[in-house]
Nanobody, 124 residues
Framework: QVQLAESGGGSVQPGGSLTLSCTTS?????IGWFRQAPGKERQGVAS?????????KYADSVRGRFTASRDNSKATMYLQMNNLSPEDAGMYYC???????????????????WGQGTQVAVSS
């Protein structure tokens, strides 16, 4: 069964760090991270083209603080999150798609498959 499985969420204080993981099954050309805070729309955080894992795309709000990586041998994607703030809190999802218009990677409607999500809380 094709699926995505996130892990690694938790609760940290502002300025803290967390690393999320997403294990993928099936063959996907595009994989990504999204997040959704309560009452807000889901937004793109980072994405990859799996044949160019050294060039992830980032949302402006996380660039320089978050690092997305991918281990193709383990079919696992990671999101290292540093210097977290309360604005980073929410449910984090991984997503996958066989096709994607790169300029629209941050639009949730362009992604085919979603994981169940992992919760990230940031508070003092």
């Amino acid at each position: 069964q094709v699926q995505l499985a996130e892990s690694g969420g938790g609760s940290v204080q502002p300025g803290g760090s967390l690393t999320l993981s997403c294990t993928t099954s099936g063959s996907w050309l595009y994989i990504g991270w999204f997040r959704q805070a309560p009452g807000k729309e889901r937004q793109g955080v980072a994405s990859f083209y799996v044949h160019n894992i050294n060039d992830p795309k980032y949302a402006d709000s996380v660039r320089g603080r978050f690092t997305a990586s991918r281990d193709n041998s383990k079919a696992t994607m990671y999101l290292q999150m540093n210097n977290l703030s309360p604005e980073d809190a929410g449910m984090y999802y991984c997503a996958a798609s066989p096709i994607l218009w790169p300029a629209r990677w941050a639009m949730p409607s362009n992604w085919r498959l979603w994981g169940q999500g992992t919760q990230v809380a940031v508070s003092s």
